[in-house]
């Protein structure tokens, strides 16, 4: 079946310092996939996305590519804010499938 | 893009009790989801709903529990039925487009405490 597994959190850095938050999926086909950012108190919203292998989703200093060959969606961000801190949720949408199926999410602490 | 507003925020319920959670979206949608997300954790999807006919449930959800209605494409409710303690959590609607490469856009959520 389709699933997406994220690397386990909290994830805490200084501010300037560099991210990286590894996704890996599975599925079936060519799924496109999201990078989704959820601050205290408030829903979801989407960082960005990628529908095709190579390409790259970028969004406020965030960057992920869909890497095929390694089934992955990592993201990355080279100088990290402390209003960066928040839950980061990797996401896939399968080709045969309308549901977006989600990572269990990744909290990053950003201390200045 | 969808602005989604959903509402209550959140609530403080009674066990026993039920509890209906509106979704508006500001412009026409296809697809429709309800999600719950306990403390720390990532969402699990609830059920995709129907315009006009029943939600589609995932496996450990039912009906009975989760009724959800679709009357028209920008509305949606879902009620918790008869309330316990371990339904406390947060509820999100999501909604998205047709089309394969769309993002799905979500409410800000209703935190619900049973108690």
């Known amino acids: 079946g389709n699933s997406v597994t994220q690397m386990e959190g909290p994830v805490t850095l200084s501010e300037e310092a560099f991210l990286t938050i590894n996704c890996t999926y599975t599925a079936t086909g060519y799924p496109s996939l999201f990078w989704y950012v959820q601050y205290p108190g408030e829903g979801l919203q989407l960082l960005l996305k990628a529908t095709k292998a190579d390409d790259k989703g970028s969004n406020k200093g965030f960057e992920a590519t869909y890497r095929k060959e390694t089934t992955s969606f990592h993201l990355e961000k080279g100088s990290v804010q402390v209003s960066d801190s928040a839950v980061y949720f990797c996401a896939l949408s399968a080709r045969n499938t309308d549901k977006l199926i989600f990572g269990t999410g990744t909290r990053l602490q950003v201390f200045p | 893009s969808a602005v989604i507003s959903q509402k209550p925020s959140r609530d403080i319920c009674q066990r026993g009790t039920s509890l209906t959670i509106q979704c508006q979206v500001d412009?026409?949608?296809?697809?429709m989801f309800w999600y719950r997300q306990q403390p720390g954790q990532s969402l699990t999807l609830i059920a995709t709903?129907?315009?006009?006919?029943?939600?589609?449930?995932e496996s450990g959800f039912v009906i009975d529990k989760f009724p959800i209605s679709r009357p028209n494409l920008t509305f949606s409710t879902l009620t918790v039925s008869n309330m316990s303690p371990e339904d406390s959590s947060i509820y999100l609607c999501s909604a998205r487009a047709m089309a394969l490469n769309t993002e799905a856009f979500f409410g800000q959520g209703t935190r619900l405490t049973v108690v």
């Open positions: 709903a129907n315009q006009g006919s029943e939600a589609t449930y």
């Open positions: 412009s026409q949608v296809t697809m």
